[in-house]
């Protein structure tokens, strides 16, 4: 199939959820209540994504908060500290290495089995990446960044092999830390090359709002099938980029404003993907948003992909 469509991974939580997760934090109900819930809202966003047409599904990660500090209150060797400013007013509480990184259990193994046995089309397993736990963590245990970031390498290489088992076709490996520290670019690298060792499913990672003139071409070297990247954000100003030097991994292209309240029309979004196929060869282009919508409204983000799927199948026609 010519330009799949999927999404970067999160969306956002209903808000029986929310409200949910807020009693459960506060006593008032039980963590089985809690998981009903969450695998209902999973189910609701599996449908909708059938629905309207993805190719390649997520389950929208409904069961976590943060995409680093899920991992690390899974993770043996972590203590979570107090909230930390990430960005305008999103707080998240950072994690601690205090001891050696363990996993001791699957993390999201479960999710995904759940997931994938609501639809015949593929789900994607979804992981934070290694450098990108290290870069959003404060370390009171490793003697360096690069050997705290390489055991974390092993420890998702666990989960990641594990994804696979369960019958994942694709892993993906979100690294958003990779753009906004090019002078680690080759430490990120190192720790990919040990995270996807051995992995026979399709490998990708996500990387956005960063400083790529600094890490391109270089982050081609990126030891994955496809890099996820935010295009609209910026009006597409990579694809100069790819002009000097060319993209030659598969691309998620992204084609939704993520941090914009307005819904794209379908015309805006086929201009961009005609932009990219003047560069890219349509063979390895995927269609996604900027990143994940979890900061988006319910219908926003409803009404943003049912633009994305028509104005997909509508260039699909005329190729």
């Not at 997760?21 to 969450?38: H, N, V, Y």
């Not at 046995?117 to 990446?129: A, D, F, I, R, W």
């Not at 996500?206 to 600094?214: A, E, L, R, S, V």
């Amino acid at each position: 199939m010519l330009l799949p469509t999927t999404t970067v991974g999160s969306f956002p939580k209903p808000d029986y959820l929310a409200k949910a997760r807020f009693q459960f934090s506060k006593g008032q109900i039980s963590k089985t209540e809690l998981e009903e819930l969450e695998r209902k809202a999973t189910r609701e966003w599996i449908e909708f994504q059938e629905e309207i047409g993805i190719d390649i599904l997520v389950d929208g990660e409904m069961y976590r908060g943060d995409m680093v500090t899920y991992f690390a209150e899974n993770f043996k060797g972590f203590e979570i500290s107090g909230l930390v400013r990430s960005y305008g007013n999103r707080y998240y509480r950072k994690p601690v290495a205090v001891g050696e990184i363990e996993r001791a259990n699957p993390v999201t193994v479960e999710w995904f089995k759940f997931a994938q046995s609501l639809t015949q089309k593929p789900v994607k397993g979804m992981l934070t990446g290694p450098y990108t736990i290290m870069d959003w963590s404060f370390d009171e245990h490793y003697s360096s960044r690069r050997d705290f970031c390489l055991r974390l390498a092993e420890v998702v290489c666990e989960e990641a092999k594990d994804l696979e088992a369960a019958g994942a076709q694709y892993i993906q490996i979100d690294e958003p830390a990779i753009s906004v520290r090019p002078e680690e670019l080759d430490l990120a690298i190192e720790a990919m090359g040990i995270a996807t060792q051995g992995l026979k499913a399709h490998t990708l990672t996500h990387i956005c709002y960063g400083d790529f003139p600094k890490i391109y071409p270089k982050m081609l070297e990126i030891p994955v099938d496809q890099i996820d990247l935010e295009l609209s954000n910026n009006e597409f100003d990579l694809l100069g980029l790819f002009k000097k030097a060319p993209f030659t991994k598969e691309i998620g292209l992204g084609v939704l404003d993520v941090h914009s309240h307005r819904v794209e029309t379908q015309s805006e979004v086929i201009s961009r993907i005609e932009k990219a196929l003047k560069i890219i060869p349509k063979e390895k282009i995927y269609v996604s948003p900027d990143c994940g919508l979890k900061t988006r409204g319910m219908e926003e983000t409803k009404a943003k992909l049912r633009v994305m799927v028509a104005a997909v199948k509508e260039v699909r026609e005329s190729l």
